[in-house]
């Protein structure tokens, strides 16, 4: 039968044949980004996690869980290894480095710039955006770009410099750069336009719960 190593060191040789270890680092940050999937409906929850868990390693997308000791001791969600069809659901576009899918060996501290999963999952919903290449989202009614939002913004709407309206924060674009949902699907260590997730894995996810899903990409504060 074959291990989970033989699985990743499979995955990593194949990655490293199409994006070669010595290709140009994007940027210093590429680390601290991450790509989100999130369902359409910003209020939209899963009542047994488990039951997503599960569903989640059904279909290949994760595998089993990491232990947070060993990369993130200080963080309560929950993370997993990639599954071992994380490939044919993710598309790594251009020129990009290595993906690593475990910690280096290597590493004297928590490491934990390698390309894993984490489930966010939330009471309310909440706004995760870019903290560096942060872009302003644009008004659903006027489509201009909302520059001063952070100081016009509430728990769950912000009010509009140009046309003076106020909308819900999900109904503005974001162009990809932020997301406001109750649940979050993180794959770490990408960067913006790096990677892609397929369709194929978006009308996965609507299966599993009923709900279209998007995506978009994060930078960490």
């Given at each position: 039968m074959t291990t989970i190593k033989a699985i990743r060191q499979k995955k990593t040789a194949l990655l490293q044949t199409i994006y070669p270890t010595d290709s140009p680092v994007i940027n210093s940050t590429h680390g601290k980004c991450s790509l989100y999937l999130t369902p359409d409906q910003a209020n939209f929850n899963v009542t047994n996690l488990s039951t997503l868990f599960n569903a989640l390693r059904k279909i290949r997308f994760i595998s089993h869980e990491i232990d947070l000791q060993d990369i993130a001791p200080q963080e309560q969600?929950?993370?997993?290894?990639?599954?071992?069809?994380f490939l044919d659901y993710v598309a790594y576009l251009g020129c990009a480095p290595a993906i690593q899918f475990e910690?280096?060996?290597?590493?004297?501290?928590?490491?934990?710039?390698?390309?894993?999963?984490?489930?966010?999952?939330?009471?309310?919903a909440r706004l995760i955006h870019s903290q560096k290449q942060a872009r302003a989202p644009h008004c659903p009614n006027c489509e201009k770009p909302v520059k001063d939002w952070q100081d016009?913004?509430?728990?769950?709407?912000?009010?509009?410099?140009?046309?003076?309206?106020?909308?819900?924060?999900?109904?503005?674009n974001w162009r990809k750069m932020?997301?406001?949902?109750?649940?979050?699907?993180?794959i770490t260590d990408i960067f913006p336009k790096e990677a892609i997730p397929q369709q194929l894995l978006l009308d996965k996810l609507a299966n599993i719960s009923g709900t279209n899903w998007q995506y978009f990409y994060s930078y960490k504060q």
């Open positions: 969600n929950t993370h997993y290894f990639t599954g071992d069809k910690a280096s060996p290597n590493s004297n501290n928590n490491n934990s710039d390698f390309c894993f999963i984490k489930i966010h999952c939330y009471k309310s016009r913004k509430t728990e769950s709407t912000i009010s509009c410099n140009h046309c003076n309206t106020t909308s819900n924060i999900e109904d503005f932020a997301g406001y949902a109750q649940l979050f699907i993180e």
